[in-house]
């Protein structure tokens, strides 16, 4: 009979903590930019619900960005946007809203790109600007090319579980327009170590980098929020059979801290 009750009172542990989740998590997406963006998002809706169940917390994803209203915000304590960023007024109105109350937000590659002229202009000077800080996108890497990242602020709850130095999966890496090292309130997390360097193989010239900072996760310390640059995988696009060749989500390290900022964006104290 023991034995019985202990199985008993597992089971019902693992009921309730299905139905009290610590925070619940709401990811947008739009999954029509690029392949390699694609990939990713795909990857995330995999990755997420099985991070979701083991963490109790619940993880719901659309690709209907009219749900970014208040209404449809309230459910939920921390949102994602997996790529790209909303476009109508009313809904950059409710996201900003949301965050100036206390929300929180984590953001991937794509996600923070602009750049005038494009599909996607710098249009919006609160995100690009004051939320992200980066403003515009500058230019890029190529190939996807793994990096070693350097750990930047060692105690970030984020960053407390990470070495000072880890290889990352294959990734297409940004530069800005923006200085981040001089806006006092972004706290730069990790940075591509010089170590990485000469980081892409081309065929442009100027898509290999051989020096300079390169900062790829950071936080802005007047919003609950953290920018990832990581979200392009690597495909097959020389010999056109665009068969995915990398995830993001496939390394250990970088999982971890994706948890640790999952857990601390929802403000579960550990």
């Given at each position: 009979?023991?034995?019985?009750?202990?199985?008993?009172?597992?089971?019902?542990?693992?009921?309730?903590?299905?139905?009290?989740?610590?925070?619940?998590?709401?990811?947008?997406?739009?999954?029509?930019?690029?392949?390699?963006?694609?990939?990713?998002?795909?990857?995330?809706?995999?990755?997420?619900?099985?991070?979701?169940?083991?963490?109790?917390?619940?993880?719901?994803?659309?690709?209907?960005?009219?749900?970014?209203?208040?209404?449809?915000?309230?459910?939920?304590q921390v949102v994602l946007f997996l790529?790209?960023?909303?476009?109508?007024?009313?809904?950059?109105?409710?996201f900003e809203k949301y965050m100036k109350?206390?929300?929180?937000?984590?953001?991937?590659?794509?996600?923070?790109?602009?750049?005038?002229?494009?599909?996607?202009?710098?249009?919006?000077?609160?995100?690009?600007?004051?939320?992200?800080?980066?403003?515009?996108?500058?230019?890029?890497?190529?190939?996807?090319?793994?990096?070693?990242?350097?750990?930047?602020?060692?105690?970030?709850?984020?960053?407390?579980?990470?070495?000072?130095?880890?290889?990352?999966?294959?990734?297409?890496?940004?530069?800005?327009?923006?200085?981040?090292?001089?806006?006092?309130?972004?706290?730069?997390?990790?940075?591509?170590?010089?170590?990485?360097?000469?980081?892409?193989?081309?065929?442009?010239?100027?898509?290999?980098?051989?020096?300079?900072?390169?900062?790829?996760?950071?936080?802005?310390?007047?919003?609950?929020?953290?920018?990832?640059?990581?979200?392009?995988?690597?495909?097959?696009?020389?010999?056109?059979?665009?068969?995915?060749?990398?995830?993001?989500?496939?390394?250990?390290?970088?999982?971890?801290?994706?948890?640790?900022?999952?857990?601390?964006?929802?403000?579960?104290?550990?």
């Amino acid at each position: 009979m023991k034995n019985i009750f202990i199985i008993f009172c597992i089971c019902l542990s693992n009921i309730c903590g299905a139905q009290n989740p610590q925070f619940k998590v709401i990811a947008f997406y739009t999954a029509r930019n690029d392949l390699a963006h694609i990939s990713f998002v795909h990857e995330a809706n995999r990755f997420f619900p099985k991070i979701a169940k083991q963490y109790n917390f619940t993880y719901d994803s659309t690709n209907n960005w009219n749900n970014l209203n208040a209404d449809f915000l309230s459910h939920y304590q921390v949102v994602l946007f997996l790529d790209t960023r909303p476009d109508s007024l009313p809904q950059r109105q409710a996201f900003e809203k949301y965050m100036k109350q206390g929300g929180a937000w984590m953001g991937f590659h794509f996600a923070g790109f602009a750049l005038t002229p494009s599909d996607f202009p710098q249009n919006w000077d609160w995100y690009h600007n004051e939320f992200i800080g980066a403003g515009q996108y500058k230019g890029n890497t190529w190939h996807p090319t793994s990096a070693i990242l350097r750990v930047e602020d060692s105690t970030h709850p984020t960053m407390k579980r990470l070495p000072h130095l880890f290889k990352s999966s294959p990734n297409e890496w940004y530069s800005w327009e923006k200085d981040l090292t001089k806006n006092p309130d972004i706290d730069i997390l990790l940075a591509v170590d010089s170590s990485s360097f000469p980081l892409g193989n081309g065929p442009k010239l100027y898509e290999i980098w051989h020096s300079g900072y390169y900062p790829v996760v950071w936080t802005n310390r007047k919003y609950k929020m953290i920018y990832a640059n990581m979200g392009h995988n690597d495909m097959d696009y020389d010999n056109h059979t665009n068969k995915e060749l990398s995830f993001q989500f496939d390394n250990e390290i970088y999982d971890r801290f994706i948890v640790d900022a999952l857990l601390w964006l929802g403000g579960v104290k550990k």
